[in-house]
């Protein structure tokens, strides 16, 4: 049920590890159903980012009147880009694995576009990019200043050769002022914080 979930969320992704506020913001990249949104008892700014059309309509009727968003996150805003659909086990990516159902187009955006619009300091920004984690942290330059936490899953999940995305994301991300502070090996899941 919903309390086994939220516990699972919760641990995979380290939100305990963090003190919300209301009014915080959170990003949630690759939002699939938008269960992320139960895991705050605050009032967050919740803006929740699912590409997949298919599993964007169940985001919206999960989510009414919420910050939803039915475009790809990328490392350059583009508009037309394939997209690998593997609905079913939320596994729908930008980059092509081998098992995928569909092909389709769709828009991208960067998180610098996001929070450019947003306009407000990011408190987490959580991402599950199924093995584009890396080109979704390029589109994040210019307001990386901006964010606190990053929360990433990195597992095994990376075009046909089922890769681990967690060497390119923590390079980028040391380079960028932010520190590892946790990791689960189970799940190649890690939250970066911004020192300084």
Request: charged share 30%.
């Amino acid at each position: 049920g919903f309390k086994k979930r939220i516990k699972f969320l919760k641990s995979s992704y380290f939100l305990d590890e963090i003190i919300f506020k209301n009014g915080d913001v959170v990003i949630d990249c690759g939002a699939n159903n938008g269960d992320l949104s139960l895991c705050f008892n605050k009032k967050i700014n919740y803006y929740g980012v699912e590409a997949s059309p298919f599993v964007f309509s169940n985001l919206k009727f999960n989510l009414l009147n919420k910050n939803i968003i039915n475009k790809g996150l990328w490392k350059k805003r583009k508009k037309k880009i394939k997209f690998f659909l593997k609905d079913e086990g939320g596994d729908s990516s930008i980059t092509k694995m081998n098992d995928f159902i569909k092909v389709i187009n769709i828009e991208t955006i960067t998180l610098d576009d996001l929070i450019n619009r947003i306009n407000k300091k990011i408190k987490l920004i959580k991402i599950d990019g199924e093995g584009s984690e890396p080109e979704i942290l390029e589109g994040l330059k210019k307001k990386i200043h901006l964010v606190s936490y990053i929360s990433i899953d990195m597992g095994f999940e990376r075009g046909k050769e089922q890769r681990s995305t967690f060497k390119q994301c923590k390079k980028y991300l040391n380079n960028k002022n932010f520190k590892l502070i946790k990791f689960n090996q189970n799940r190649y899941t890690g939250l970066f914080k911004k020192i300084n």
